[in-house]
Structure formats: structure tokens, C-alpha cells
């Protein structure tokens, strides 16, 4: 509990422009979340060109708007999930507990911004936005804050080992997504009144599988980047 007090202390003294958590200042915890939200764009547009990939394979006809409007919301949950997780990484000295707090609160957040963006883009271009679950939105955003509660709070403990490498946190997020996202997508299938497509169930694996091994690079990769420039002293102010 004392231990939870003092992050939140630190989180506070970020917003009062005290310096704060492994990476020093918040003008240098600023431009680690920059790197965490350009990386995180990028898995946004990845995990679309894998779903379009996929969806051509099982021979799906590709609509250009449907495909913006995946887009907007893949690259809407991607940022604000796995910046979340850096911000608590980057003021938390990367213990596991506000990771897994992060993640927690982020990602029920994230997924209802991120199905209000595909509706508004939906809408401005005149089509109707497929929903990707056909459970109550309600059951899947809390699997989504477990997920990833439990996705900050192991990387958290992987970043204090040894053996923190790549390998290790795409093992983390391989394993979280087959337990959470083989949850999702048990709860969908039991949901849905006909039974799904071969495509749908390849999506659905896609989406839930893959992205969790993304997101946990995504973390990686901003801390190696960060200690990069650190390293190499161009970050100092």
C-alpha cells in the first residue's frame, strides 16, 4: 500500500513539473511518450495492413472508407493503450504496480474512445461501421482492463530482470493475449446468434492475439530508445 502511495506521489509531482522516475525530468518523460506514441500509431496501421491481409486471403472483397475506418480505430486504441503503459513505466521506475494500474483504467477507456472514433469516421463517410464484438460492450472493455492490468503488471516484473530483453516481452504479451483474448473470443462466439465466419474467427484471433505481442514491444521499444539517446547524451536538458 505504501508503495502505491508513493506512485501516485510521483504522478503528482509530474504534474507539478518535479522531476520524477527513472527518466529525470518531465520535459524527458515528455519525449519518451513521444516515441511511445509514434510507435504505437505505427502498430495501429500494422495490425490493419495484417487484417486486410487476412481478410483478402479469405478472399473478402477490401472497401477503401472501411478500411480508414478501422484504421482510425486501431490507431486510437493502439496509442492510448500502450502510451498508457509507458507513461507508467517511465514515472514508476517501471515497478509493476502503476503499470498494472495503467492498464487497468486505460483500457476500458481507450476501447470506448476507440468505437466512438469508428462510429464519427463511420459516419462522416457515410457507411456503417462493422462492430468487432457481439458481446456486451460493457463485458468486453473489463476483459480489456484485465488484459492489460495484467499485461503492465508482468512487464513491470520482466523489466526488473536480468533477462529483459525482446524475446521476453513478446513471450508476455503472446501468453496474455492467449488467455485474455481466448477468453473474448470464447464469450463472442457463445454470444453471436449464427455461428461465426472462418474470417471473422481469423480477425478476431488477429486482433486479439497479436496486438497484446505488439503493445508489449511497443513498451520495449520506447525504454531502449530512451536509454539510446540518453546514452548517447542528447537528451539532456
Given at each position: 500500500m505504501n508503495?502505491?502511495?508513493?506512485?501516485?506521489d510521483q504522478l503528482t509531482n509530474i504534474a507539478d513539473g518535479a522531476p520524477a522516475g527513472e527518466f529525470g525530468s518531465d520535459a524527458r518523460i515528455s519525449r519518451h511518450l513521444l516515441k511511445a506514441v509514434w510507435i504505437a500509431v505505427l502498430l495501429g496501421v500494422l495490425m490493419e495492413v495484417l487484417l486486410?491481409?487476412?481478410?483478402i486471403g479469405f478472399g473478402r472483397e477490401i472497401r477503401v472508407r472501411?478500411?480508414?475506418?478501422d484504421l482510425a480505430q486501431k490507431i486510437s486504441w493502439s496509442t492510448i493503450v500502450?502510451?498508457?503503459?509507458?507513461?507508467?513505466?517511465?514515472?514508476?521506475?517501471?515497478?509493476?504496480?502503476?503499470m498494472g494500474i495503467a492498464g487497468l483504467?486505460?483500457?476500458?477507456?481507450?476501447?470506448?474512445?476507440?468505437?466512438s472514433v469508428q462510429r464519427a469516421i463511420?459516419?462522416?463517410?457515410?457507411?456503417?461501421?462493422?462492430?468487432?464484438?457481439?458481446?456486451?460492450p460493457f463485458v468486453i472493455a473489463m476483459l480489456k482492463g484485465a488484459e492489460y492490468g495484467c499485461l503492465g503488471f508482468v512487464l513491470g516484473w520482466v523489466a526488473r530482470?536480468?533477462?529483459?530483453?525482446?524475446?521476453?516481452?513478446?513471450?508476455?504479451?503472446?501468453?496474455?493475449?492467449?488467455?485474455?483474448?481466448?477468453?473474448?473470443?470464447?464469450?463472442?462466439y457463445l454470444s453471436a446468434i449464427n455461428p461465426p465466419s472462418a474470417l471473422n474467427l481469423a480477425t478476431q484471433s488477429v486482433n486479439e492475439f497479436i496486438f497484446p505481442v505488439g503493445c508489449a514491444l511497443?513498451?520495449?521499444?520506447?525504454?531502449?530508445?530512451?536509454?539510446?539517446?540518453n546514452g548517447s547524451g542528447k537528451s539532456n536538458v
Open positions: 508503495e502505491l502511495v508513493e506512485e501516485i486486410v491481409v487476412t481478410s472501411s478500411v480508414l475506418v500502450c502510451t498508457a503503459l509507458v507513461l507508467g513505466q517511465a514515472v514508476s521506475k517501471r515497478r509493476s504496480s502503476l483504467l486505460a483500457a476500458p477507456s481507450a476501447f470506448v474512445v476507440a468505437r463511420a459516419q462522416a463517410l457515410s457507411i456503417t461501421a462493422v462492430a468487432g464484438s457481439v458481446a456486451s530482470q536480468s533477462w529483459n530483453n525482446a524475446s521476453a516481452h513478446i513471450a508476455v504479451g503472446l501468453l496474455i493475449g492467449l488467455i485474455f483474448g481466448g477468453l473474448i473470443i470464447g464469450i463472442n511497443t513498451v520495449f521499444a520506447a525504454e531502449r530508445l530512451e536509454k539510446a539517446v
